[in-house]
């Protein structure tokens, strides 16, 4: 039998694109090649998928293609559809829209191709802000009071909406985009004059924003790995370099400080595990996800945060450190997601898909 291969997918339309590009570079870097054949398949910003694409160079270029069953297929124009390669399993190094959302997951499911993480429902509901802690709510995980509201309710009622969040938080609150990731748009608001540009900010990326309390809190973050029965990594502190955990102190001025394992007292380090799982599975999550947590500074009180179904993947990304510090190393980690993306196909090809009254 010769080598899986493994089509790596990356770049896409999503205001994390470049964050992907890192991913990438390192989940490619990392899978075992006596094992796999990676298959680098970038997706411009404008869609297109490009095979042979590199995540290193600035711009996303190779040979068109588009995915038809497990088929690469060759677009170029003038010529007939021409097979390329013929892939094994997907890894969506995607984050945001059409790559976390289940937009993508939907593709490969249509096309009856394996891939690695959580599924359609999965990813489309923790990608949402609002239905994602809906779901937690009514799992009794606690999270943060939170609001939602839409963009057109915002544009043509801006002092309702105002005085809605007034009368249920205190300053400061978090406004964000229901649907986005990387900490874009992202805005902590100190004052009535800051909510109405974080609300102006946000309604530019999404039709649905989420308001919520902030709250002084220590933030820490844990890795999940498994399909029916996950398991939860060390969890890790996050020291942001600035006032919150921003995109520059994400990805920009490289000065936020992970600490692993983190440095929280024993038994709340075993309540953010547990919660993990039950998070993961209250979502119905497959695979991976890095579930984040806030420690409330003055009661020490565990919430979840968000739940992230494609955790970022470069070498010092939180994901694969804290499976690390675990006892996992990173080819390792690759390998078990591949394998676990392949069970999670089968388990599903079992279910039968006729009817016969
Ligand atoms: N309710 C909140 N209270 C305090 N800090 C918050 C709150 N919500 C978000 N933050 C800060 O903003 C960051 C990004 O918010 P988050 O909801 O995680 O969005 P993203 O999905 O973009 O990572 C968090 O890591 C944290 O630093
Ligand atoms: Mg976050």
Redesign the pocket.
């Known amino acids: 039998m010769g080598k899986l291969k493994v089509a790596v997918v990356f770049g896409g339309r999503s205001g994390e694109h470049e964050v992907s590009l890192m991913s990438a570079k390192s989940i490619m870097s990392a899978i075992d090649r006596d094992k796999y054949e990676v298959v680098p398949v970038g997706i411009s910003k404008d869609g297109v998928w490009y095979l042979g694409a590199s995540p290193e160079a600035g711009t996303i270029t190779g040979q068109a293609v588009r995915l038809i069953g497990r088929d690469l297929v060759s677009l170029e124009e003038g010529t007939a559809l021409e097979h390329l390669v013929r892939v094994d399993v997907v890894f969506p190094a995607l984050h945001g829209t059409f790559g976390e959302d289940g937009t993508i997951q939907g593709l490969f499911e249509m096309n009856g191709v394996p891939y690695v993480g959580a599924g359609v429902m999965s990813s489309a509901v923790c990608m949402d802000k609002s239905i994602m802690k809906a779901v937690f709510r009514e799992a009794q995980i606690p999270v943060v009071p939170i609001r939602t509201f839409l963009r057109k309710a915002v544009r043509q009622d801006t002092d309702q909406v105002v005085s809605e969040i007034e009368a249920e938080f205190d300053y400061p609150v978090f406004v964000k985009p229901a649907n986005l990731?990387?900490?874009v748009a992202v805005s902590k608001a100190k004052n009535r004059q800051q909510l109405l540009s974080a609300l102006d900010l946000a309604c530019m990326y999404d039709r649905k924003i989420v308001v919520e309390q902030g709250i002084d809190a220590r933030e820490v973050e844990c890795s999940v790995l498994g399909n029916d029965e996950p398991e939860a990594s060390l969890a890790g502190e996050i020291i942001p370099s600035r006032e919150f955990?921003d995109y520059y102190a994400k990805y920009i001025d490289d000065k936020s400080q992970l600490l692993i394992p983190a440095p929280i007292p024993e038994d709340i380090h075993l309540e953010v595990r547990q919660m993990a799982i039950r998070a993961f599975k209250a979502v119905d999550c497959s695979g991976m996800a890095r579930v984040?947590f806030f420690i409330e500074r003055c009661t020490n009180k565990v919430y979840v945060?968000?739940i992230?179904t494609i955790p970022g993947f470069t070498r010092i990304s939180m994901y694969p450190k804290l499976w690390e510090a675990s006892g996992i190393s990173y080819p390792e980690l690759m390998d078990r997601l591949i394998t676990l993306g392949i069970e999670r196909y089968e388990d599903r090809s079992a279910s039968k898909t006729t009817f016969e009254p």
């Open positions: 990731g990387s900490s955990y984040d945060n968000e992230n």
